[in-house]
T-cell receptor
Framework: DGGITQSPKYLFRKEGQNVTLSCEQN?????MYWYRQDPGQGLRLIYY???????QKGDIAEGYSVSREKKESFPLTVTSAQKNPTAFYLC??????????????FGSGTRLTVV | LAKTTQPISMDSYEGQEVNITCSHN???????ITWYQQFPSQGPRFIIQ???TKVTNEVASLFIPADRKSSTLSLPRVSLSDTAVYYC???????????????FGAGTRLFVKA
């Protein structure tokens, strides 16, 4: 079945470390997104990518970086510049323009904790 | 970008019908209304989408008045497993490519009691 795979499910980061969260999709979707969710809060957009080799900052991009070298993959790096990275991170994708679809497909998330 | 307003939380009992209303006063002509359900430590999943009037699927119904400034998600005969957060999103979600920046609010926390 097609879908979005996020790994790892749980990730622990030491102070000052960079960590990378993986997101892979086999839906043939063009656009991919990274969201951050804090306890009891909604989703906030970190970065999004419309096509390969292109991406734009979302509302809370500071301290994060992304790449989009392949259509299927959109990894997120949480850098040491992100002072409060403990959160639940969700990757999502949307179908191409004109395709039948219903908006976002989400992965199962990665819970990042600073230790 | 259309902003949505939903109740923060709702309580219900098993077997009851639950109606969650979402306000979206500045909805644009091309915008669709989509509802998602999220369980703890999982990604949101699609429930239903509509543009106007009424849409029904095996899970829920969506009622949209003529002015489209609000919508109501109706869950028939809820069970304990329907306890979740429900998000109302407004945007041109069918365009896909375009990188639209749909706003996810805090959603509505539904708690179903036995």
């Amino acid at each position: 079945d097609g879908g979005i795979t996020q790994s790892p499910k749980y990730l622990f980061r030491k102070e000052g470390q960079n960590v990378t969260l993986s997101c892979e999709q086999n839906l043939n979707h063009d656009a991919m997104y990274w969201y951050r969710q804090d306890p009891g809060q909604g989703l906030r957009l970190i970065y999004y990518s419309q096509i390969v080799n292109d991406f734009q900052k979302g509302d809370i991009a500071e301290g994060y970086s992304v790449s989009r070298e392949k259509k299927e993959s959109f990894p997120l790096t949480v850098t040491s510049a992100q002072k409060n990275p403990t959160a639940f991170y969700l990757c999502a994708s949307t179908p191409p323009a004109g395709a039948r679809g219903y908006g976002y497909t989400f992965g199962s998330g990665t819970r990042l904790t600073v230790v | 970008l259309a902003k949505t307003t939903q109740p923060i939380s709702m309580d219900s009992y098993e077997g009851q019908e639950v109606n969650i209303t979402c306000s979206h006063n500045n909805i644009a002509t091309n915008d669709y209304i989509t509802w998602y359900q999220q369980f703890p430590s999982q990604g949101p999943r699609f429930i239903i989408q509509g543009y106007k009037t009424k849409v029904t699927n095996e899970v829920a119904s969506l009622f949209i008045p003529a002015d489209r400034k609000s919508s109501t998600l109706s869950l028939p005969r809820v069970s304990l497993s329907d306890t979740a957060v429900y998000y109302c999103l407004v945007g041109d979600t069918r365009t896909g490519t375009g990188g639209f920046k749909t706003i996810f609010g805090a959603g509505t926390r539904l708690f179903v009691k036995a």
